[in-house]
């Protein structure tokens, strides 16, 4: 079984890095001398990615030019969105680039990592859950709740700690990196809403008994560019 499929979260307005994106998208803004969607595509293409969707609505026009100027040596697809749909929702959108595959990738543009993407779709076959997020002991204001088989069973939000699943063993707080394998048969389980946040989703799953999994990436880097 192999991995070639992935899609790249990148249509959001990156409010967090005004003003750099008042006149380009949050994609386009550099990161080590290059855009940093340039960065993440590279990674995915030396990971054996070689299908990828973009998703666009901020300043989508420039991301049309820059691919059509850029030869990546993968498949690249844009994923118009006319209104912005959410993480959730920008993943059900481009439901006809990624349901032919058994298992795809979603990755946050302004996300930043050593994470091998490899070991984690090996990670992913072996436990067989319907999703698995990459997960990293940082602070966060939103931690998820993992138990001691790498189940994820529910989060924190505010201080007051939301559990859908029972837990076997001790549970501990883990952080969400914005990276994710997703198994093609979710898309028979997406709300009718055409704009939904993914994680949220990802509760309700597992409050109806779908299985989902966290991957440590333990001392991997990681970074959010997604702020100044």
Request: aromatic residues 10%; proline residues 3%.
């Amino acid at each position: 079984m192999e991995l070639t499929t992935a899609m790249i979260l990148a249509a959001g307005y990156g409010t967090r890095l005004h003003p750099k994106t008042l006149e380009v998208p949050k994609a386009l803004v550099e990161s080590n001398g290059q855009p940093m969607i340039r960065n993440v595509i590279e990674k995915l293409r030396d990971s054996g990615i070689k299908h990828i969707v973009v998703n666009t609505h901020h300043f989508a026009g420039q991301l049309e030019k820059y691919f059509a100027e850029n030869n990546f040596g993968v498949n690249i697809y844009l994923s118009f969105e006319r209104e912005i749909l959410g993480t959730g929702g920008g993943i059900k959108n481009a439901r006809k680039y990624l349901e032919d595959s058994e298992n795809f990738l979603v990755h946050n543009v302004d996300v930043e990592s050593g994470i091998d993407i490899s070991k984690m779709f090996e990670f992913h076959v072996d436990k067989k859950p319907l999703v698995t997020l990459a997960v990293k002991d940082r602070n966060t204001t939103r931690p998820l709740l993992i138990d001691e088989k790498q189940n994820i069973i529910g989060r924190r939000i505010n201080g007051e700690e939301f559990i859908y699943a029972k837990s076997s063993g001790k549970i501990s707080f883990t952080a969400f990196c914005g990276v994710h394998l997703i198994s093609a048969g979710i898309f028979e389980l997406f709300p009718k809403d055409d704009e939904f946040d993914i994680v949220a989703f990802y509760m309700d799953l597992i409050e109806k008994g779908h299985a989902l999994a966290g991957y440590n990436i333990q001392n991997a880097d990681w970074k959010d560019l997604g702020k100044l």
